[in-house]
């Protein structure tokens, strides 16, 4: 028995519109085809959310073919099939012993393909920032009559600008993250391991909200007192305590699409300074969001934060945001002063208010958001509160 | 307040046994420092584990010191000083000018620092294969008297050998991957969803076992009807059913070491092909564990795993696994005929005996062993059972 087609998260229509936007790119650069190898760039152009990204494997597009190419580890191969939106004999997979074998790999196995397409002196886009140096260097020398041209991010780039069907899930994702938080609230005490808490919000990010389950598990920190001025930290083998404070950072996932949140909690009435911090945070972030109008610039949204925060006596050293959508971060525009991309409808961004001060103070706010004419608007539905426990 | 040190998972002792190794290492190598980038490199030679690896950062390995140095985003440096091993003076954070700058990253800050200590003119090694491109061609521009030398995998390798310490942390990580697993077969039900069931495994392997909970999320698969030719997928919004198979890979993590864990369930009697199948791979699991002694290869495993697999009328096209330990994978020893790795007491590997034979059949059962003098010691106490639900 053939292994079925999945449900698709998106109609078929959704894709060849990314794909167009992909081709129209190409052209630009003069290139004939494009080797997409970054993961969160094959879901967003095929629906493939299966994690075989751990061996090289490339989805392939071309401007002769409609639907691109994926040619990925053999016993990746149904996974593909399954999922992707492309016809199933567009879907290659290359022997085992290209697997752990120091001479030949999978890249060997999408350069056959590119020299078996005749495509061996036109121009070929990699995605080369991501990939290791001997990989570049394969292309180059097996398909040595090609132009090899750098294309990193020109699909992240078109990744930016989302569909209203992207927002859609983006929104679901929301629901999943502000589900999650509430989780928190509900459930962090004085005595509770800090791995039992974020057992209970992680189960809530997997089973989701609304009837739609989460489909993946994204980044979670939690990062309690002593350690809130740490941003990364999953969590520890420690219990919270009156007077403990609480950093979350995580997100529901839908097909691939993050909405990142963070909140604050307190157990116990929190420290005057904290609160000031989080009025001025807050204040912040209103005013970012104010700004984040179309035809404005991430530099202006930055501008816009950073002089509220200041008038409240407070600054933040790093960026306060940057795109986002699937897996999380876009590496492409930053919410920094003077990154001059300019906000077109649609470009979601986090809008990450996580102040890590000193090595005592640390403060999260954030909120996922789409940028509209009249200014960002935020996905989450919770208040913007410093939750106290 | 300054950062506390948090309770280490391993005494200084061990951390300085590692980091002995490794300066034998770069001693053979001719080199005078070491830039360790690979998270699960830097997680061992210091115990940390926060997750900043998203933006460059480096351990530094020299001869001259006893400790090494860590080079991070400022943002990060509290969490370091909390988690690593060696004193605070030692994590050092760059500006946040140096992130989303096309012009200068975290890497020129960790060239700098090579320069103003006068390795310069020295040997200094890197972890090539897994850097970008341009990061090697800077550091070849910026230290042009430097001799680069590739040390891919130079402590990966060195890992592979674990401490006594270690292999308590992988058996504790194994009782959490049991535990998840005895949650599948509890939880699992026709007309539950697969999201509902994920979301109380996962939640059981944060939690933990025997009063010690995860510390991390790791990978996690499970792959049903009618999916059970795939093996990376997540899970669905879809429901188990009377009859479904449910393929299932995941693993406890304890301070960053894993010990992962297949197997395959059943939902009613499983059908006759699919129990001839388990009979032979259990038959080869064992074959493979006899095989799996000191002075003996990994290919020996594999010999044996595939001859017996075959008496029973089975072929495995992929390798029967391969080394473990932090963060899954060590990409280094194969369980592949032809691997010619000689084994020595305390190496771990997952036998990995997934079977993706077509569109229709799979079926997985695996273990986490360590090398013994009489034969591969399993990690998990569940039994080799197809479970029957």
Known sequence: MAMPKNSQAFPRSEYLRRLTEVKLEMKRREIDALVVTTPANITYLSGYTSKSGYVPQGLLVSLEDEEPTFITRRMDGPAAIHQMFIDRSRVIGYPEALIANPDRDGYDAIIDFLLDKGLGSRGIGLEAKFLPSLTIEKFRLRAAEARIVDCTNAVTWIR??????????????????????????????????????????????????????????????????????????????????????????????????????????????????????????????????????????????????????????????????????????????????????????????????????????????????????????????????????
């Open 160 to 389: 930016g600008l989302k569909s209203d069907l992207e927002i859609v899930m983006m929104r679901e994702a929301a629901a999943i993250s502000d589900a999650g938080m509430l989780k928190a609230k509900e459930v962090i005490r004085p005595g509770l391991r800090e791995a039992d808490a974020a057992a209970e919000i992680i189960a809530t990010l997997v089973r989701g909200a609304n009837g739609k389950p989460g489909t993946d598990l994204a980044s979670f920190f939690m990062c309690s007192t002593p350690r809130t001025s740490t941003c990364h930290i999953r969590w520890t083998e420690d219990i919270f305590r009156p007077g403990s404070q609480i950093n979350l950072e995580f997100s529901g996932v839908r097909h691939g699409y993050t909405s990142p949140l963070m909140r604050t909690m307190s157990i116990g009435r929190p420290a005057d300074h904290l609160r000031r911090l989080h009025d001025g945070e807050v204040a912040g972030l209103e005013a970012a969001l104010a700004a984040a109008k179309t035809g404005g610039t991430c530099s202006d949204i930055a501008v816009a934060f950073n002089a509220t925060l200041r008038k409240h006596g407070f600054e933040k050293e790093s960026r306060c945001g940057y795109a986002v959508g699937i897996d999380w971060t876009e590496p492409t525009a930053s919410l920094k002063e003077g990154d001059m991309t300019v906000l077109q409808p649609n470009m979601t961004f986090h809008l990450m208010l996580g102040n890590w001060i000193d090595e005592d103070v640390g403060y999260v706010i954030s909120e996922t958001f789409r940028v509209t004419d009249t200014g960002g608007e935020s996905f989450t539905k919770l208040p913007r509160e410093l939750f106290e426990i």
